[in-house]
């Protein structure tokens, strides 16, 4: 009954209602708005053939908005979860046409209420109306064209569905803590396409304009938009069952950045010298949680408005963590939007590592405040320039306020080697690349567009120099601010700064630099020939590909890149990033001079900051190895990470021995600093999982343990006072790999000190969790492996009872990692069934976590392929990637024909289904066939030269 009253009294209060005529909506089905929001689509046989996506999906551009006026009231409401909504477009006409066209998207639009007049003018008479469900597009045909030069408002009154499918404006909901109930939160998630889904709109991110909006809630409610409010509390017309909030006009910015929350969630507040208003919001129960985003967040806003040289444009900053959101966090101008995980941190339950990727996030999302927000791609294509740029200046946003995480050494592995492995597959995709379709879009959110783009980015800042770069960012974001942008205008500016610094030599351009980087896909290896004698070194430049030993033909295209060339003797300063040298596009070789002595091994790439890979002659490499083992601090700890990274997969290509490749790691045991090892480890767990289910793999644990032991017995498994951030990244690291290799001390440590937890008489008592806090995943994880069903439901115990969402998160990761068959089983179907306590946002978690299980890969397989209905109908949208990643990691550990025909089979079978999950699915493949060669040609051999090292050390 509440929720009908609502509906009508919110028509009471809007104007102008005309007589009734039939309707038509955007959508199959409800014909009429209802109280059923979730209709189900009507089942109808699949056509064998699928229809082709549109592709010609661009708005006619004869229409400009200046300005949206909304009026929203979400009921959130059990068996309602309407929206009720009232949008009045003000647009500029730019040629003369016959037509209105919005985008607009499982929407119920109310034909009798849609009007078109000139501004402060007579109406113009509408013809008909069409809609196109495959362009998603809601037409008001004209019998009176539209007029050049004229400005013209469009009024049209609609229902909204507040779905749960994590898209558009949908609901969420989470357990009060103090009452046991149920409590709905209405949220947004608009990038990139969902805006259409919640008004109808221009839904392009390079059509801008102003927004006044107003949300309807219950008084018992709060809401919070993009703009402060105006007037809050109005009272509604005809009711006192809702009230008004009207926020003030917004600046000018594109649909994917409008956001709303309608809560009953508390905040904290925080203004500095800079006059912005910072607020976090969080549930109740958790506003405890917020004390380290309240800490950091205004600093790192300070901090960018220095950066940028340019004042952040809004007078307020607001950051909400909901219970379901499916990305890390959503920049929403003015009002970020997180998933919990990704702004609350609870002291003595969450882990360093949880700070450290709060810190990362909350500066990454302020970053875009500027670069995406006030300045944005002119279409999703160069979606790597936002996201590439906020994923690079994340790391000096952390480094200038969280110096003592030390991210900017950690760069190289968190995200310069990590994209490494997907831009080496054939399968990759070049950073800026044409998308039409929504599908497309939603699909380039992948690692080349964050960390590639990071990493090319980060390339440009240190050979340009930084305060070139600084000043020509400054300059870019000041002269197209509220505009939008193409990733030319941007190496306009850095050319021309870089011209007038004297940083970029003049017969030189960014453009011309950056277009190897960005329009071709994949990355060089450089391959470097000393001439001993004469000091000098031969340079050789090729694509680097991990299956390159047996290249597919398809591909005809030849590789060449502009390089910047740094290199440093072994004991010489790795300061100076900055390149004298550049191998050019098509240059076949490059002689470079200044080489050290014959007897001193040389380094290219100081500080790994181009993005390539380096080989060497055989000399050389040996002379690496050698220095690692006498000395190691002669060579920047980078670029020892860079050594163990680039030795391991030139190895794995086929482009460098195993034996020599190995060499170099054998230093490790003398190794304390965590980038180098993070860097080896990473290379070796690839053999690990190769191996695992072989003959090999004992004396590849033998190897192991006598390589980590010495790390594992100087750090131990307990904290020490003097320890850094990195030092504890170095012990969940070798705690890892001691237990996994089957170290007794550590295993015993384990299920000693989750064996004490469970034996607490108060174990959800926040203090008395005996484990370290930051060794939760690991000693979780490996108790859980080694125990039973009562420690599995003991940790789920402790998950359903936990408010701490990143304790939650880290329990739900170490569930996948017991051996019984029947437990994993059982909670891959808890992923996907309602009410089991598994959110839609962590089914991925679920899934990935018992697909890196060993015993766990076939099982995911199974699931993945007898649930499949359920499992499609589930992740829509942008949560579809959830299928990518869970294929991902099944196929990350195939190696045989036999498993690779499946993966293929599946993918056949559901091609049509995928979504912007294909291309996922396509790079799983081709690392499943990398693996089965890597199999036939490396197995015997590594397993002889393990044996071999085991008997030189038993000796």
């Not at 938009?225 to 009272?235: H, T, W, Y």
């Not at 599946?906 to 999950?917: K, Q, R, V």
Request: aromatic share 12%; proline share 4%; glycine share 4%.
């Amino acid at each position: 009954a509440c929720a009908v009253v609502g509906v009508v009294v919110y028509y009471v209060g809007v104007e102008e209602l005309t007589k009734s005529q039939p309707r038509r909506n955007t959508r199959q089905e409800p014909q009429e708005p209802s109280a059923e929001p979730e209709p189900e689509p009507s089942k109808q046989p699949k056509p064998k053939t699928p229809k082709p996506k549109v592709t010609d999906v661009r708005l006619p551009t004869h229409l400009v908005p200046l300005e949206y006026k909304l009026e929203l009231v979400p009921f959130i409401i059990p068996d309602n979860f309407t929206i009720r909504g009232f949008a009045e477009i003000e647009m500029n006409c730019t040629e003369s046409a016959f037509n209105v066209t919005l985008h607009a998207a499982d929407i119920t639009i109310e034909n009798d209420t849609v009007k078109v007049m000139e501004k402060d003018g007579d109406n113009v008479d509408i013809f008909n109306y069409d809609y196109d469900l495959d362009r998603e597009f809601f037409i008001v045909n004209l019998n009176a064209g539209l007029l050049a030069g004229k400005t013209y408002v469009i009024k049209i009154h609609y229902t909204a569905y507040l779905k749960d499918n994590l898209k558009g404006f949908y609901r969420s909901v989470y357990k009060d803590s103090n009452t046991g109930e149920e409590e709905y939160i209405a949220t947004t998630q608009l990038q990139p396409t969902d805006a259409r889904r919640v008004f109808p709109c221009f839904d392009e991110p390079q059509i801008k304009a102003k927004y006044e909006i107003s949300l309807g809630r219950r008084p018992d409610m709060s809401s919070i938009s993009n703009m402060p409010i105006a007037s809050e509390g109005v009272p509604m017309e005809g009711t006192s069952d809702y009230v008004w909030d009207k926020y003030q006009q917004s600046v000018k910015m594109s649909t994917y950045l409008v956001a709303f929350v309608v809560s009953k969630f508390k905040f904290v507040e925080t203004t500095r010298d800079n006059n912005v208003r910072f607020r976090i919001w969080s549930k109740p129960d958790s506003l405890d949680q917020t004390a380290y985003a309240q800490e950091i967040g205004p600093k790192m806003l300070e901090f960018y408005e220095n950066y940028y040289n340019v004042k952040f444009p809004l007078p307020k900053q607001d950051m909400i963590a909901v219970p379901d959101f499916h990305a890390g966090a959503m920049e929403n101008w003015g009002l970020i939007v997180y998933r919990e995980t990704a702004l609350l941190f609870k002291e003595g339950v969450s882990a360093k590592s949880n700070k450290e990727r709060i810190a990362i996030v909350v500066s990454h999302e302020l970053a875009h405040q500027w670069f995406g927000n006030l300045v944005t791609p002119s279409w999703w294509t160069d979606l790597w320039l936002n996201e590439g740029f906020a994923s690079y200046v994340q790391y000096l946003g952390v480094e200038a306020i969280q110096p003592e995480l030390k991210l900017l050494e950690q760069f190289v592995i968190m995200d310069l080697q990590n994209v490494f492995s997907i831009d080496a597959l054939e399968s990759s995709h070049p950073i800026s690349i044409p998308v039409k379709h929504p599908d497309e879009i939603n699909e380039i959110f992948d690692s080349i567009s964050y960390k590639k783009g990071a990493s090319i980015i980060r390339m440009m800042d240190k050979f340009l120099t930084t305060n070139t770069f600084r000043q020509a960012l400054t300059n870019y974001l000041t002269d197209l601010q509220f505009d939008a942008a193409e990733q030319d205008d941007l190496w306009q500016h850095l050319t021309a700064q870089g011209h007038k610094d004297g940083r970029l030599a003049l017969d030189m351009e960014v453009k011309t630099i950056m277009d190897t980087w960005t329009l071709q896909m994949g990355f060089p290896v450089v391959t470097v020939r000393r001439n001993y004698q004469g000091n000098t070194a031969t340079i050789t430049q090729e694509r680097f590909l991990i299956g390159k030993s047996e290249e597919k033909a398809t591909d005809t295209k030849e590789y060449s890149w502009w390089i910047p060339l740094t290199f440093a003797a072994a004991g010489s300063s790795f300061n100076d990033t900055y390149s004298e040298n550049w191998m050019k596009e098509g240059e076949q070789t490059k002689d470079v001079s200044g080489m050290p002595e014959s007897s001193t091994a040389v380094v290219f790439n100081v500080q790994q900051t181009g993005y390539y890979r380096v080989n060497y002659d055989q000399k050389n490499w040996e002379m690496l190895a050698q220095q690692l083992m006498e000395d190691h601090l002669a060579i920047n700890v980078i670029n020892r990470a860079q050594i163990m990274d680039d030795a391991i997969n030139l190895a794995k290509s086929d482009m460098l021995d195993y034996e020599t490749a190995l060499s170099v790691t054998g230093y490790l045991s003398k190794e304390v600093e965590y980038i180098p090892w993070a860097s080896a480890l990473t290379g070796l767990s690839y053999i690990n999982k190769m191996l695992k289910r072989t003959s090999a793999y004992g004396d590849f644990k033998r190897y192991m343990l006598k390589l980590i032991d010495p790390i594992y017995t100087k750090l131990g498994f307990n904290a020490r006072p003097e320890d850094t951030h990195l030092d504890i990244k170095l012990r969940k690291k070798a705690i890892s790999w001691a237990c996994s290799m089957g170290n007794k001390d550590c295993l015993n440590k384990a299920k000693e000190n989750f064996g004490a937890w469970m034996g607490m008489v108060e174990p959800d008592s926040e203090l008395a969790n005996p484990v370290d806090v930051n060794l939760k995943y690991e000693t979780y994880c490996n108790a859980i492996a080694d125990g039973g069903e009562e420690e599995w439901d003991f940790a789920w115990k402790r998950y359903q009872n936990s408010h701490v969402a990143t304790e939650k998160s880290t329990i739900l990761s170490s569930l996948g990692c017991t051996k019984e068959v029947w437990l994993l089983n059982r909670y891959l179907n808890m992923s996907i069934t309602p009410d089991s306590g598994v959110r839609i946002q962590d089914g991925s978690r679920v899934m990935g976590s018992v697909a890196q299980n060993t015993v766990g890969r076939y099982l995911t397989f199974d699931f993945l392929r007898q649930e499949w209905e359920r499992l499609n109908k589930l992740f829509t949208g942008f949560t579809q990637k959830n299928i990518g990643r869970a294929i991902k990691y099944i196929a990350g550990s195939f190696s045989t024909l036999f498993e690779m025909d499946q993966l293929k089979a599946f993918e056949a079978a559901h091609s049509s289904e995928l979504g912007i999950s294909t291309r996922a699915v396509k790079q799983a493949i081709e690392t499943g066939e990398a693996n089965v060669k890597w199999m036939e040609k490396n197995y015997q051999n590594i397993w002889s030269w393990l044996k071999l090292q085991n008997t030189r050390q038993s000796a």
